[in-house]
T-cell receptor, first 113, second 112 residues
Framework: GEDVEQSLFLSVREGDSSVINCTYT??????LYWYKQEPGAGLQLLTY?????DMKQDQRLTVLLNKKDKHLSLRIADTQTGDSAIYFCAFSSPTSGTYKYIFGTGTRLKVLA | DGGITQSPKYLFRKEGQNVTLSCEQNLNHDAMYWYRQDPGQGLRLIYY???????QKGDIAEGYSVSREKKESFPLTVTSAQKNPTAFYLC???????????FGDGTRLSIL
C-alpha cells in the first residue's frame, strides 16, 4: 500500500535553514502537500506541488521534488522561533482514490533561539 | 481554517457513553472528512462524505458513526464500541484529489 515516511525530529538554530524530508512509495503521486501544525491546532496548508514540477518557491519556503527517488523536501529559509511546529507531508492521486489523501507521520521542528 | 468550525475544543467521555463531535463549514464544499491523530502517528481517515446523504468508511471506521444530512454539517459520533477513543480529532474539507484539504482546529477527546 501507499506509505509516506518522515523523520520524527529536527532541531535548528534561529536564522539557519531547515530542511524537512519526506519519502513516499506511490509512484503515481500526483499532488504533494506540506502542512504545518502548531500545538493544539489543526493542520495549516503551507504549499503544494504537482508531480510535473521539480521545484516551487514561495517566500521563505522552497519545495523540491525528486520523482526518481520519490523524495520530497521542504526548505525553510531564515528559520524563526514561530516556525516551531509539526510539519506533515501528504500526497493524493487519482489512482489512490479520488478522495484519499495519505499523510506522513510528521516532523517536529524545534527552533533554538 | 476560517470557515471550518469544530466543537467542542475539549470533550470528555465516560465509560459506555456515546459522544458527538461537531464539524460545520460555510465554504460550500461538497466533500468532508474525519481524521484521528495519535501522538507520533500520521492522520488516519475515519469517514468521509462526498455529497449530502452519502458517506464512506475510511481506514479505521469501527466504533465510529457519521451522518451527512446537510451540506454544511458532518458530525462524528464516537460510540461505546470504540475502546480507545482518546485522541485528537480533525475535520477537513477538500478534494477531489487535485485539490488540497483544509482543516478545522480539532477536538481533543479524553476518557474520564
Amino acid at each position: 500500500g501507499e506509505d509516506v515516511e518522515q523523520s520524527l525530529f529536527l532541531s535548528v538554530r534561529e536564522g539557519d535553514s531547515s530542511v524537512i524530508n519526506c519519502t513516499y512509495t506511490d509512484s503515481s503521486s500526483t499532488y504533494l502537500y506540506w502542512y504545518k501544525q502548531e500545538p493544539g491546532a489543526g493542520l495549516q496548508l503551507l504549499t503544494y506541488i504537482f508531480s510535473n514540477m521539480d521545484m516551487k518557491q514561495d517566500q521563505r519556503l522552497t519545495v523540491l521534488l525528486n520523482k526518481k527517488d520519490k523524495h520530497l523536501s521542504l526548505r525553510i529559509a531564515d528559520t524563526q522561533t514561530g516556525d516551531s511546529a509539526i510539519y506533515f507531508c501528504a500526497f493524493s492521486s487519482p489512482t489512490s482514490g479520488t478522495y484519499k489523501y495519505i499523510f506522513g507521520t510528521g516532523t517536529r521542528l524545534k527552533v533554538l533561539a | 481554517d476560517g470557515g471550518i468550525t469544530q466543537s467542542p475544543k475539549y470533550l470528555f467521555r465516560k465509560e459506555g457513553q456515546n459522544v458527538t463531535l461537531s464539524c460545520e463549514q460555510n465554504l460550500n464544499h461538497d466533500a468532508m472528512y474525519w481524521y484521528r491523530q495519535d501522538p507520533g502517528q500520521g492522520l488516519r481517515l475515519i469517514y468521509y462524505s462526498q455529497i449530502v446523504n452519502d458517506f464512506q468508511k475510511g481506514d479505521i471506521a469501527e466504533g465510529y458513526s457519521v451522518s451527512r444530512e446537510k451540506k454544511e454539517s458532518f458530525p462524528l459520533t464516537v460510540t461505546s464500541a470504540q475502546k480507545n477513543p482518546t485522541a485528537f480529532y480533525l475535520c477537513a474539507i477538500g478534494g477531489p484529489y487535485n485539490q488540497p484539504q483544509h482543516f478545522g482546529d480539532g477536538t481533543r477527546l479524553s476518557i474520564l
